[in-house]
């Protein structure tokens, strides 16, 4: 795995898991976040449900990255299917976000710009880890008889 990739892999899975940490601590009544943090009519149900309808995607491709990462550590060859499934998560998110916010008209950067950067960042990433092969395993092996 490659330090840029790792590296933006642990910096969004993080912060994913804090922007989502944060956002159930204020659902909750224990924090108080500023409105103008928040997203363009976050106080109407509607947009809460989209916003919160990313929740499990988000988990899923934080916890699925930071242990592509961990894997590579280890100095397993799993990392590479982990990081993909990873990689497909975040563009997924990304783009949605992206096609909401663009079919509203709504442009603002402090949202939409992360979210484009969600779309974009895997795509320099994933041909590399398409293109290489899996290691050859006994049971591969055996399956490929």
């Known amino acids: 795995m490659s330090r840029p990739l790792r590296g933006l892999l642990v910096l969004t899975d993080l912060l994913f898991l804090i922007y989502w940490t944060v956002a159930a601590l204020s659902e909750l009544g224990f924090l108080a976040v500023p409105p103008e943090m928040m997203y363009a009519d976050y106080e109407h149900p509607r947009v809460a449900a989209w916003n919160w309808s990313f929740f499990p995607l988000d988990i899923v491709f934080s916890i ?57 960042w895997p795509v320099f990433f994933l041909p590399g880890l398409i293109r290489q092969p899996l290691p050859h395993t006994a049971a591969a092996a055996v399956i490929n008889r």
């Open 64 to 120: 699925v990255g930071l242990a592509a990462v961990r894997t590579h550590r280890r100095g397993l060859p799993q990392w590479r299917p982990l990081a993909l499934v990873s990689l497909v998560l975040t563009m997924t998110a990304g783009g949605m976000a992206v096609s909401y916010w663009t079919i509203l008209g709504e442009f603002d950067p402090g949202w939409f710009l992360p979210n484009l950067l969600l779309l974009l």
